[in-house]
């Protein structure tokens, strides 16, 4: 995220950051966003979870064929 950024860019930055939330409300704010990102990071991780654990069977149509082998007359019939 900060790659692309030189010393001098973040130095500005903090400076900035520091500012705007002053010295005595920067470990809050930095607690804050450290929780938002590991409830983010937890949610992400749970929903990945569910969509491996759904099962394979819900690409397959009732006939038991995948789409790609299934037979034109068959699904018109």
Not at 11 to 35: D, S, T
Not at 43 to 68: K, M
């Amino acid at each position: 995220m900060l790659g692309n950024l030189s010393g001098s860019e973040i130095l500005i930055l903090m400076l900035i950051v520091l500012l705007v939330f002053g010295a005595n409300r920067l470990p809050e704010a930095g607690k804050a966003v450290g929780k938002g990102l590991r409830e983010f990071k937890r949610a992400l991780t749970d929903a990945e979870n569910s969509i491996q654990q759904l099962p394979s069977s819900s690409t397959r149509d009732e006939g038991g064929e995948q789409p790609r082998d299934a037979k034109p007359k068959r699904l018109v019939e």
